[in-house]
């Protein structure tokens, strides 16, 4: 994995993080919150990619492998974000 396709997986999961958050208001974090786990899971989400060798092309700067990054990162983004949500809002419930 080179630094382009990671900085991809990283701004992607951010924007995934926040559209999630948008989407999933009572599973927000706030703009900062969302951001932060995005980038976190757009990190892992563009690694399980990488492992699976989906999306990920030669791992160079062509359209196939840009696509799947952003992908990769936004959707992880997302998913990690809904996750963590979730789970504060239940301790939130039970507290």
């Known amino acids: 994995m080179d630094i382009v ?16 958050g948008n989407l999933l208001k009572k599973f927000s974090l706030g703009t900062v919150g969302n ?13 399980l990619l990488n492992a699976f060798g989906v999306g990920t092309g030669s791992g160079g700067v062509d359209v196939g492998s ?3 990054s952003i992908a990769g990162g936004g959707i992880g983004g997302g998913v990690l974000l809904a996750i963590i949500g979730a789970i504060k809002s239940a301790l939130g419930k039970s507290a």
């Open 5 to 20: 396709t990671l900085l991809v997986q990283l701004i992607s999961g951010a924007v995934g993080g926040n559209i999630a």
């Open 35 to 47: 951001s932060v786990v995005g980038i976190i899971g757009g990190g892992l989400g563009g690694a």
């Open 66 to 68: 840009v696509i799947g």
